[in-house]
């Protein structure tokens, strides 16, 4: 909490002197809500702010018990009276006290506030000023800090923030446990990193701009590297990706296309070479038997001649129905 939450030493020395109303100005002028407690810790003045925070009027707050009216406690604490700020400070325990509480406001709603309680001197003795600032909207800003630095830190992608020099400022914990796993290389940056990531960042910073695709191996592992420049300031932010499955992946399959192209070859070969020792003694029946038939023969014999030929074109028939069917199947298309 600011220290303007806080009436300073100059005012105390002459709060003797002061009047209400001038005290009332003062609490009025302070950018916090604020209570003037006496030394029995009742309120007996309080600012604008405070009323507009509470959500009461001063009129239901003054001579009211501070603590049972607003049942506040120190951060972290059990909820006792005894650690009521309020009441520390009272008790001469602490002459400042500043940190968090909740505040019980209008509606039976407790908020969070930052606060500052200081001893200070009423007519009646000494009292205190309690100042404070709600704090629902910086509490849950934070939240949102905290959920977003928690998705780096749970993220399975390698990330790293460098300088300008490429010197390492965070690592999340995948970037930890690569670092850990692979060492370091050249001038004593992470193996995993980019080669010359001094030159591809200082690129990366002069342009401000986004460099992106760049792959790194480290054995038999491979990373790919995007570097993106972080706006108004000279910081670099690295998203390191695995891509060690999909080159796997990638290399398996051209292994596999090799081998198919290769098989295919091998079938190619094999159904010419079939084609080729099918054909030609069929082809040699056929023509045997055409001379055949055209010899001096008689009826009898010219019909056994012109049978085998029939049986001999309708054999050439079915093997190519055969070698078609095959080499269709193979991606070959005469």
Known sequence: MKDSGSLGPATQCHNSATTPEIVQLLLDALPSGALLIDGTGKIIMLNQQAERFL?????????????????????????VPENCPV???????????????????????????????????????????????????????????????????ASPIAIVELNQDANLIHANPTMMSLMDRFGFGAGLHAAVLPEHIEGLTAECLSKQTEIGAIEVSVGEHCYEWKLVPVAGEPLVHGYGVDLTARKRTELALARAKIEAEAANRAKSEFLTNLSHEL????????????????SELDNKQRGYAATIQRCAESLLCVIDQILAAAESDAGRVK
């Open 87 to 153: 009441a520390r400070v009272l008790k001469g325990e602490n002459s400042v006290l500043s940190a968090r509480m909740g505040l019980r406001c209008r509606g039976a709603v407790v908020k969070p506030f930052e606060y500052r309680c200081s001893a200070y001197p009423t007519g009646s003795g000494m009292g205190a000023v309690l100042a404070f600032n709600e704090i629902t909207r910086q509490l849950a800003m934070e939240k949102d800090l905290r959920s977003l630095a928690s998705i780096a830190e």
């Open 55 to 79: 959500g009461w009027p001063a009129a239901g707050l003054l001579g009211q018990p501070a603590h049972e009216w607003l049942n506040c406690y120190l951060e972290d604490l059990a909820a």
């Open 279 to 294: 054909r030609t003694p069929v082809n040699g029946m056929i023509g045997t038997a055409e001379l055949l038939a055209g």
